[in-house]
Antibody, heavy 117, light 108 residues
Framework: EVQLVQSGAEVKRPGESLKIFCKAS????????FGWVRQMPGKGLEWMGI????????RYSPSFEGQVTISVDKSISTAYLQWRSLKASDSAIYYC??????????WGQGTLVTVSP | EIVLTQSPGTLSLSPGERGTLSCRAS???????LAWYQQKPGQAPRLLIY???RRATGIPDRFSGSGSGTDFTLTISRLEPEDSAVYYC?????????FGGGTKVEIK
């Protein structure tokens, strides 16, 4: 069974750094694109970026370029989403997802990030 | 950048009725790159339709997709109470994904 399991909820202060993860199992991790999607409270889905674990080819949404870093560790089939300096506006649920390049057919359960003074 | 506009914002229907959800693109897109997702409260999104009209694994046949050019439709032929959710369309082009704003389906 293809499964994505994300790290647990985080509570952080503005200015702090954060790295959340998404561990994949049940399929060949390096053969499918991996994406991150943001959902702010009560809002819709926003695509942040994708990475191809096979060669770490990474593409970012213009809205998130320079704001976050997406990476993978092939040895443990895990993808990461990282912030250097969080803002209150980064409070959201973050989903990882995987699939063929053009759509996502498997999703993680989501990681709630709360940034508050 | 392609913008996807979904309508209506909210659709309120009774069980057994037919629901028609629209997704309009700001420019012509490939039918291969249009997908639909369902998201229920407190849950992650679930892929319903990809390639405009292909049902994902395990999706009931009451869900169907159609369209071309700039106009795409998700149809739920006979609404059931468990279809209450927000539905999003999504496009892919040149390494950029875009989601529509969503249509909330309420079951009376």
């Amino acid at each position: 069974e293809v499964q994505l399991v994300q790290s647990g909820a985080e509570v952080k202060r503005p200015g702090e750094s954060l790295k959340i993860f998404c561990k994949a199992s049940g399929y060949s991790f390096t053969n499918y694109w991996f994406g991150w999607v943001r959902q702010m409270p009560g809002k819709g889905l926003e695509w942040m970026g994708i990475i191809y674990p096979g060669d770490s080819d990474t593409r970012y949404s213009p809205s998130f370029e320079g704001q976050v870093t997406i990476s993978v560790d092939k040895s443990i089939s895990t993808a990461y989403l990282q912030w250097r300096s969080l803002k209150a506006s980064d409070s959201a649920i973050y989903y990882c997802a995987t699939g063929p390049q053009v759509y996502f057919d498997t999703w993680g359960q989501g990681t709630l990030v709360t940034v508050s003074p | 950048e392609i913008v996807l506009t979904q309508s209506p914002g909210t659709l309120s229907l009774s069980p057994g009725e037919r629901g028609t959800l629209s997704c309009r693109a700001s420019q012509t897109i490939s039918t291969s790159y249009l997908a639909w997702y369902q998201q229920k409260p407190g849950q992650a999104p679930r892929l319903l339709i990809y390639g405009t009209s292909r049902r994902a694994t395990g999706i009931p046949d009451r869900f169907s997709g159609s369209g071309s050019g700039t106009d795409f439709t998700l149809t739920i032929s006979r609404l059931e109470p468990e279809d209450s959710a927000v539905y999003y369309c999504q496009n892919y082009v040149t390494s950029i994904f875009t989601f529509g704003g969503g249509t909330k389906v309420e079951i009376k």
